[in-house]
């Protein structure tokens, strides 16, 4: 193949990348600048962040397993929609999705 078709080949790969939905991250900022943080407890979540958008529990998995004792809160972040998940009283995910991909 030419050097132009591996160009192209790279740049779809690049843009595949660019263009995810949502990623998952070890943290993010409150808007008074606290760090919240993987297990970290509920209720310091709620001192720093305040009650959440919506509160739900995880829907089912392909498993057929729902998320048993999980929870799902949402935040408004500066880049977009911020999901933790508790387990055990305690921040075991959180996801980000961009403002792009959120309505």
Known sequence: MGKGIWAVVFALSLAG???AASWETSSMRSPKGGL???GMPAHEVL???GQPL???APTRHTSGK???GKEQW???GTD???TLTFSGGKVVRIVVTPD???P
């Open 100 to 102: 792009r991909d959120w």
């Open 36 to 38: 919240i943080q993987i």
């Open 80 to 82: 977009g929609l911020y």
């Open 54 to 56: 919506g509160a739900h």
């Open 47 to 49: 001192k720093e962040l």
């Open 74 to 76: 949402s935040y408004r």
């Open 17 to 19: 990348t660019a263009f």
């Open 66 to 68: 729902t998320g048993k």
